[in-house]
Each structure stands twice: as C-alpha cells, then as structure tokens.
C-alpha cells in the first residue's frame, strides 16, 4: 500500500483516517476489496490461538464473508496456529 496512488481513490472516505498514518501509507494491515482499502485488520496470536479481528468500513456481502473466512483460515495455516475471525472495531496497534 505504500506506492499506492491516488490515494484518494484507494484510500476512499474513513479509509483515509484509520488506514493512513498522517496522510502516508504505512506498514497498517488492510482489508482490500476490488483493490480499494475496505477495512483495517489485528491479529492476536495466544499460544496456538490467532484472533483476527477486522474493521469492515461497510458492509460486507455474504460472499464477501465468506472470502475474509477462507483469508482467516490461510492466516492460521501460514503462522500454524488456531485462526478465529472476529468481526469489530479495531482497537490495538497503528489503527487505534
């Protein structure tokens, strides 16, 4: 995201606020929807235990849960550990 530009355009509305520290793209996890920032993201890694928490900026279809499901699972496969998906606000790290 660091290159990414307009910045208007991938960084749409409260993107802008909670995905971008100052105005410059940073090292923040994003959820990206179509190549637009759609969300933000925290994973909390207890034990075997991965809580990933996401901070949708809308609504997400059916569909689309389904997808940031299978994206949670190849998380918890990638760091070998138990991935739990919680959807919410974002609360720790560069987002908060």
Request: proline share 5%.
């Amino acid at each position: 995201m660091v290159g990414s530009h307009p910045r208007e355009v991938v960084f749409p509305g409260r993107a802008f606020e909670r995905a971008l520290s100052g105005g410059q793209a940073g090292n923040f996890p994003v959820l990206l929807v179509d190549g637009v920032v759609a969300g933000v993201w925290h994973q909390k890694r207890s034990g075997r235990r991965i809580v990933v928490t996401v901070e949708p900026f809308g609504t997400l279809s059916k569909a689309r849960l389904a997808e940031l499901d299978q994206q949670v699972a190849r998380v918890g496969e990638f760091l070998e550990g138990r991935p739990e998906l919680t959807i919410g606000t974002v609360a720790v790290g560069g987002h908060a």
